[in-house]
Every structure is written in C-alpha cells, then in structure tokens.
C-alpha cells in the first residue's frame, strides 16, 4: 500500500529556506503524479505543488517562484525547495499521490517566525 514519510520541516525566520523530504515506498513510485499539499491552524487542506511523472512542475500561485518541487524516481523520493519563506508559509506539509491527500503520512510542520 502507499506509505509516504515527510521530512525535513522545522522553524525558519521569514526570508528564509527549507528543504523538506517524501520518501515513498509500497507503490510504483514513477509512475504516479505526486502533490505537496499543507494545513494552516485552523484551515483545511491546500494543494501547493505538483510534479508529473516526466517532472513537469505545477504550483500554486501564492508560492510560485518561491518554491520548487523535483523529485528522484531512482530514490522514490520527491522534495520541496521553499525559499523566501513568509509566515502565511506556516503549516504542516504532507506529500500525496493525489489532491486529496491520499496517502499522506504524519506531514513535516514548517513554522515560519522571527
């Protein structure tokens, strides 16, 4: 079955840069579109990126040009570069194999905060 582990989140002052980590296993991998999506307090589940399988890259326009999504099929893994980070960034970030959060493991709080 899908098991997806985030990682990598943490506190970062505003301006500033995180990577955060999917680790993927139990599914083919390189065969799936895969999604970052967060949860602000209090807020429901917001798509940010998404990354096809070829590694077209789509993102939401509150974090274009900010972030970028890759991801390494040889590792089934998938990553999010978040730079110029600003407190509205403020969430727990889970990866997904699609838009509703399918999948999704314990998610990587990002708290952005000086």
């Known amino acids: 079955q899908v098991q997806l582990v985030e990682s990598g989140g943490g506190l970062a002052q505003p301006g500033g840069s995180l990577r955060l980590s999917c680790a993927a296993s139990?599914?083919?991998?390189?065969?799936?579109?895969m999604y970052w999506l967060r949860q602000a307090p209090g807020k429901g589940l917001e798509w940010v990126s998404s990354?096809?399988?070829?590694?077209?890259?789509y993102y939401a326009e509150s974090v274009k040009d900010r972030f970028t999504i890759f991801r390494d099929n040889a590792k089934n893994s998938m990553y999010l570069q978040m730079n110029s980070l600003k407190s509205d960034d403020t969430a727990v970030y889970y990866c997904a194999v699609d838009s509703a959060g399918t999948g999704r493991g314990q998610g990587t709080q990002v708290t952005v905060s000086s």
């Open positions: 990354i096809s399988t070829s590694g077209r890259a």
């Open positions: 139990g599914f083919a991998f390189n065969n799936y579109r």
